[in-house]
């Protein structure tokens, strides 16, 4: 079964400044699809990023950019210049073939003023 | 374009009642998915459906969890019985459908947060 772990489950720094949160996953396929969500208090879990496995180059997203690591079954979210309004929780998740989205625990992002 | 849409969006019930959800989904897709958020953690997927057809209820607690997709449009998640470890967000999302590629991104509604008491 496919697993995904999110291992900080908070983080804080300072507007402005750059964040990575990291992700792990667990798969024997070579073909699937993966995820950033942000939810912020409001709850609405809204699409951050994506990246297709078969796809080497890494995604990005104005100043949100992932470091894909295939081999090694990582997939870190980069934050640049960060906002006030990117404190939310940010879930990776993962989903392969017609099989069911999985999501890590979660890492809380606090920005600071 | 109108995003999935979820009613009502908070509910306080005692234990042993019963409570009914609704989600519309974006217009044109064909997947519905409801999730169970528990505080602190990532979403489950409770069950999903594929225009009216279940392809996914396997965590579902069939016992007292059923759900519904009429019409392959709306669909209502209802509980009954009711305990106090159901209290959690309830989350409804959509895609377009099983074809492949961006056909699995989910488009995720507003949550219906429920207080088991």
């Known amino acids: 079964a496919q697993t995904v772990t999110q291992s900080q489950p908070e983080m804080s720094v300072q507007e402005a400044e750059t964040v990575t949160l990291s992700c792990t996953y667990d798969t024997s396929e070579s073909n699937y699809y993966l995820f950033w969500y942000k939810q912020p208090p409001s709850r609405q879990m809204i699409l951050v990023i994506r990246q297709e496995a078969y796809k080497q180059q890494n995604a990005t997203e104005n100043r949100f950019s992932v470091n894909f690591q295939k081999a090694a079954k990582s997939f870190s979210l980069k934050i640049s210049d960060s906002q006030l309004g990117d404190t939310a929780m940010y879930f990776c998740?993962?989903?392969?073939?017609?099989?069911?989205?999985?999501f890590g625990q979660g890492t809380r992002l606090t920005i600071n003023p | 374009e109108a995003g999935v849409a979820q009613s009502p969006r908070y509910k306080i019930i005692e234990k042993r009642q019963s409570v009914a959800f609704w989600c519309n989904p974006i217009s044109g897709h064909a997947t519905l998915y409801w999730y169970q958020q528990i505080l602190g953690q990532g979403p489950k997927l409770l069950i999903q459906f594929q225009n009216n057809g279940v392809v996914d209820d396997s965590q579902l607690p069939k016992d007292r969890f059923s759900a519904e997709r009429l019409k392959g449009v709306d669909s209502t998640l209802k509980i009954q019985p009711a305990k106090l470890e159901d209290s959690a967000v309830y989350l409804c999302a959509s895609s377009l459908g099983l074809a492949g590629g961006l056909a699995y991104e989910q488009y995720f509604g507003p949550g219906t947060r429920l207080t088991v008491t």
């Open positions: 998740a993962f989903i392969q073939g017609a099989q069911k989205l999985v």
